[in-house]
Structures are given as structure tokens and as C-alpha cells.
């Protein structure tokens, strides 16, 4: 299974940005897709999860601005990231979990002015 994210860069506090995670090797729908992050010095953290029926679930820290979605037809899943503060920023890890557990290798969000 390869996990392939895209969709990181820079962006001012309040900006937004969509992260992608593109799959491939895989039965794709099957898949409990996650995105996680980890921030210099800090612990990798839960962002969201959605199942392969479509339920989501999301940190406190970034409900109501985060939205975690999958196109199955697409093998892909997106987080769009609306109102981003500074304490965003991190490497964002795309997840995969089934039988086994398979990360992507990141991508770097900065929210800073």
C-alpha cells in the first residue's frame, strides 16, 4: 500500500488549504483513512478519521474547521482546512488501517504572516 500526500505549503493565519492523500496497492474502500500530525517537538496527534461507510470523527482542536472526506471512486481522501491559526502548523501524515497499518510520508503545513 503507498500513501501519497500533496496539498501542504504555506498560508497566513485564517487562510485555508486541502490536503489529499491518493492510495494505491490497495482495496481502497476497505479503509479506515486518518490524517495526523506532528509539530517540531511535539507528539504525532490525532486530526480525523473517517471509516470506509463515511463516519468522521475529529480532535477538538480542529472541529468546525476541518472536514476529513473521501472519494472511494478516486482512491483518495482530502482534509479541507478552513480558518488555519499558527498552532496548525505541523507535518500532516496521511493513515490507512485494515488488516495492517500504512502511513504516507507527509506533507508540511505552515500557518504563519
Known sequence: V?????G???????????LSCAASGT?????????????????RE???TITSGGNTNYADSVKGR?????????????LRMNSLK???TAVY???AQYSMIY????????VSS
Open 2 to 6: 503507498q500513501l501519497v500526500e500533496s
Open 8 to 18: 501542504g505549503g504555506l498560508v497566513q493565519p485564517g487562510g485555508s488549504l486541502r
Open 27 to 43: 482495496i481502497f474502500s476497505l479503509y479506515t483513512m486518518g490524517w495526523y500530525r506532528q509539530a517540531p517537538g511535539k507528539q
Open 46 to 48: 490525532l486530526v480525523a
Open 66 to 78: 476541518f472536514t476529513i472526506s473521501r472519494d472511494n471512486g478516486k482512491n483518495t481522501m482530502y
Open 86 to 88: 499558527p498552532e496548525d
Open 93 to 95: 501524515y496521511c493513515n
Open 103 to 110: 502511513w504516507g510520508q507527509g506533507t508540511q503545513v505552515t
